[in-house]
């Protein structure tokens, strides 16, 4: 949501001053233990159902997956072949993004970063994700920073298009209470941001972008905000 017209319609559709925003999911929800499931509700754990347009249209586009994967398989050779043949200013430059992306996942596996969630129920990043799906069953989440504060949005349901038009905000963090947070300060171009909350427990969430609007918005605050 980088567009300056598009950031108005959302803020006057929703009634906020909103500072920066994208569409945001996060994984799979891990499975909770039986107690702590039950002490919640035994609230959702998965986004609803595709609406059956959706289904039907995957079910069409069966019959192509071989010629897409064969299209893959030939683009992947197409892009070897290229990069065989490359000066070596360009192989250097790929050479240093392949070490950089390594970099970035040793970081994210010393860190945890690989799972979804800091792994305690009880904080209130484990309280927040048990949550997630009773706000709302659609797979995605608008994510707005507005005044300091972090407000989710989403239609009432799962919808496959005009997610904008029928979204409505269905959480609302105050700056108090949680922060969004880029783990890696912009140094490596990703999708992961962590809403990080007081207690110091923190929940991941993957932008439909690399380098999207929120990422672009913390980069301009203070190193030490998050």
């Given amino acids: 949501m980088t567009s300056r017209g598009r950031q108005s319609v959302i803020s006057d559709r929703l009634g906020l001053q909103v500072d920066a925003g994208a569409w945001c999911s996060i994984d799979k929800?891990?499975?909770?233990?039986?107690?702590v499931l039950q002490a919640a509700g035994a609230p959702r754990l998965r986004p609803g159902r595709k609406p059956a347009l959706d289904m039907l249209g995957a079910a069409l586009c069966?019959?192509?997956v071989p010629f897409g994967l064969l299209f893959v398989l030939l683009?992947?050779?197409?892009?070897?072949?290229?990069?065989?043949?490359?000066?070596?200013?360009?192989?250097e430059r790929l050479r240093a993004k392949r070490e950089d992306e390594q970099r970035r996942d040793a970081l994210v596996t010393e860190q945890g970063l690989d799972r979804v969630f800091d792994g305690n129920w009880q904080g209130n990043a484990g309280q927040f994700l048990l949550r997630w799906y009773s706000h709302s069953p659609h797979d995605m989440r608008l994510v707005l920073v507005s005044q300091?504060?972090?407000v989710l949005a989403a239609p009432p349901r799962r919808v496959s298009g005009s997610r904008e038009k029928l979204m409505e905000i269905?959480?609302?963090l105050p700056a108090a209470e949680a922060a969004l947070v880029d783990p890696f300060f912009g140094e490596f171009e990703t999708k992961m941001l962590l809403l990080r909350f007081r207690d110091g427990s923190w929940l991941r969430i993957e932008t439909e972008d690399a380098r999207s609007d929120l990422h672009m918005y913390?980069?301009?605050q203070p190193r030490t905000a998050g």
């Fill in 29 to 35: 929800i891990p499975q909770p233990p039986s107690d």
């Fill in 62 to 64: 069966l019959p192509f």
């Fill in 75 to 91: 683009a992947n050779m197409g892009q070897a072949i290229e990069r065989s043949l490359a000066p070596k200013s360009v192989k």
């Fill in 148 to 150: 300091g504060d972090i």
């Fill in 170 to 172: 269905v959480a609302r």
């Fill in 218 to 220: 913390l980069l301009r």
